[in-house]
């Protein structure tokens, strides 16, 4: 009995302990709301399913069960085996996929089944890469098609009853599937507010990879230009910055600032637009760098090269001085006459030629494609050339070396293209004596009735040569690269200058090889839809913001359309 009497102590114990409650965590209900928008937009399509599917509709192009169906429309980039082809690169395929009859339109009147396909089309849609200079036409083609498919069709998703938030996220925001999917989002995007996006994003299943993110970097600055001019400065750095990190979008972001930039009532230097400039397209005054230089209206591109050459003018006689000692006199004289220099180029010495200083490996890349070697038994001799109209000026690190000038219509007796010498009067030296030279001069205050020699230079320029400072010569030669034919020179000055062209000035005539080779110098998507039924149009998927395009598809008979693009 003492154990049931020991039992029965403990039973009417158990009564006495006091209730506890449990504490109140509505944390598991955050989580299941993340899971259903989470699950709302597919992110669980298992990827297996889809190769399975994409392979089997690849045998058989039509669509027999919904789920096949849904896979597939999620599956358009995979490629049906490693570097093999994918739906969205195959024409037949692609349209099989939007069949009224057998493609995922049979299901289009039944918003609950049809959206299950619709939501995974959207899904390649932000997925394939359209812009990508290695997409094929046919990819870019069918990637438009998509793009207007899933306008046409966004209202077909919505039911009656219940609507995740995916659906009327696509509802919501139907230009994601024009021509400016980015503008509505730029602005805000731009001052700093990122939420709206990046609940669209999450809404909509757009991974950060997508080619959507990136292009409403290039939305931002098309946002930017439209803002004051204080404003618009202000934020060139940061757009510059976004630029750097994205190799596709670069060019058409840099076309956008220059040309707005030098809108601007002065347009003074901004050494950072400078240097992205030169670092991405090169030296604006080369031959070589003239595609890459097309995009930008004439005034810009010359007021980069002012810029530049005002650099290297300042740099020549502040680093590259012989002695190693900035020469303020000739610098500030040559800078006067950064406008009237076609051309620009450097002969450098070993010293310059060779040095590991950080300054000195940053101006020789600067000057890529202006450098050649300087032979001469002083090493840290240099030597700086300028076209000036017919003028070939030539001036030397080292102060005590004279001014030599020569005159592009008669035969130069040195070729830049190759290693030139200082010694006078040998082959392919920078330094001869009459009649090959025509000017020479010492930069010495007080000889031939001058005080000062930088009046007897402004002097002699103008009258031999008609050269004066910021003024643009009137004559202007290529650069000297190579020794022309001897010609006697001409009595009276050649014809005047004409304006430089770009790009869209000089029009091809029209050709089909003609336009896909400017569509891949400008990035730009070709869609043909000629070949639909006969009555299809040529489709140039692009808008309106770059002039010199609209300059040259307008002089090969396209008509634009909002929206849409630019077609013939």
């Known amino acids: 009995m003492k154990a049931l009497d020991r039992l029965a102590g403990l039973l009417r114990g158990s009564n006495q302990v006091t209730e506890h409650s449990l504490p109140t965590d509505n944390s598991i209900d955050i989580v299941i709301a993340k899971l259903e928008r989470i699950t709302s937009v597919g992110t669980s399509m298992p990827a297996d399913l889809q190769h399975q599917a994409v392979r089997r ?4 192009p039509q669509f027999d069960n919904l789920r096949d169906a849904s896979l597939v429309s999620f599956g358009l980039c995979i490629p049906l085996r490693p570097s093999g082809p994918c739906i969205m690169e195959d024409r037949r395929r692609f349209l099989a996929v939007l069949d009224r009859q057998t493609g995922v339109d049979q299901w289009v009147d039944e918003p609950l089944w049809y959206r299950r396909c619709y939501q995974g089309l959207v899904r390649s849609y932000f997925s394939y890469d359209a812009a990508n200079i290695a997409a094929p036409a046919v990819g870019k083609q069918n990637w438009g098609d998509l793009r207007d ?7 077909s998703i919505e039911a009656k009853t219940v609507n995740p938030d995916w659906v009327k996220a696509a509802i919501g925001n139907q230009q994601l599937f024009s021509d400016a999917p980015c503008a509505l989002y730029a602005e805000a995007v731009l001052n700093g507010n990122s939420s709206e996006i990046d609940q669209l994003c999450e809404s909509m299943g757009i991974v950060k990879e997508s080619w959507f993110l990136r292009e409403l970097v290039l939305a931002q ?18 757009l510059l910055e976004m630029l750097a990190g994205n190799p596709v979008l670069r060019d058409r972001g840099l076309i956008l600032l220059l040309n707005r930039y030098v809108k601007l009532p002065l347009p003074g230097l901004h050494p950072q637009l400078r240097d992205a400039a030169v670092e991405w397209w090169g030296n604006p005054w080369l031959p070589s760098n003239e595609m890459r230089w097309g995009g930008v209206v004439p005034d810009a591109r010359e007021m980069v090269s002012d810029w530049l050459k005002r650099e290297f003018v300042d740099a020549f006689f502040s680093k590259l001085a012989k002695d190693g000692v900035g020469d303020k006199r000739r610098a500030n004289f040559w800078l006067r006459y950064a406008k009237s220099m076609d051309n620009i180029q450097f002969a450098l010495g070993p010293t310059a030629m060779c040095s590991s200083d950080r300054d ?6 600067k000057m890529k494609g202006l450098i050649t070697e300087l032979r001469t038994a002083d090493r ?21 070396n004279a001014f030599y000038g020569y005159d592009t219509r008669d035969s130069l007796p040195f070729d830049m293209s ?55 010569p009137r004559v202007r030669v290529p650069p000297p690269t190579s020794n022309p034919p001897s010609s006697p020179r001409p ?29 891949r110098a400008r990035n730009l998507t070709i869609e043909d839809r000629t070949a639909n039924n006969g ?18 598809l307008q002089g090969w008979k396209f008509n634009y359309k909002p929206d849409k693009g630019w077609w013939k």
Do not use: C
């Open 57 to 60: 509709f690849w045998e058989s």
């Open 221 to 238: 600055v098309r946002q930017a230009t439209k803002l004051g001019d204080v404003k618009f400065t202000q934020i060139i750095p940061r």
């Open 380 to 400: 840290s001799n240099n030597a700086f050339v300028m076209t000036m109209g017919s003028l070939v000026a030539v001036e030397f690190g080292g102060m005590g």
């Open 149 to 155: 498919y899933l306008s046409e069709r966004v209202h």
């Open 418 to 472: 190759r290693p030139v010498d200082t010694t006078k009067n040998v082959r392919n030296s920078l330094k001869h004596d009459e009649p090959t030279r025509i000017l020479w001069m010492l930069h010495k205050d007080g000889i031939h009735g001058w005080a000062r020699w930088e009046d007897m230079f402004e002097a002699t320029l103008k009258r031999r040569y008609g050269i004066s400072p910021n003024t643009v």
């Open 360 to 365: 000195f490996v940053a101006l020789r890349h």
């Open 535 to 552: 009555g299809g149009n040529l489709w140039v998927r692009t808008g309106q913001d770059d002039l010199q395009v609209n300059k040259v």
């Open 491 to 519: 009595t009276q000055t050649t014809t005047p200058e004409q304006p430089s062209r770009s790009a869209g000035d000089s029009l091809l005539p029209y050709s089909r090889d003609t336009l896909m080779a400017f569509a």
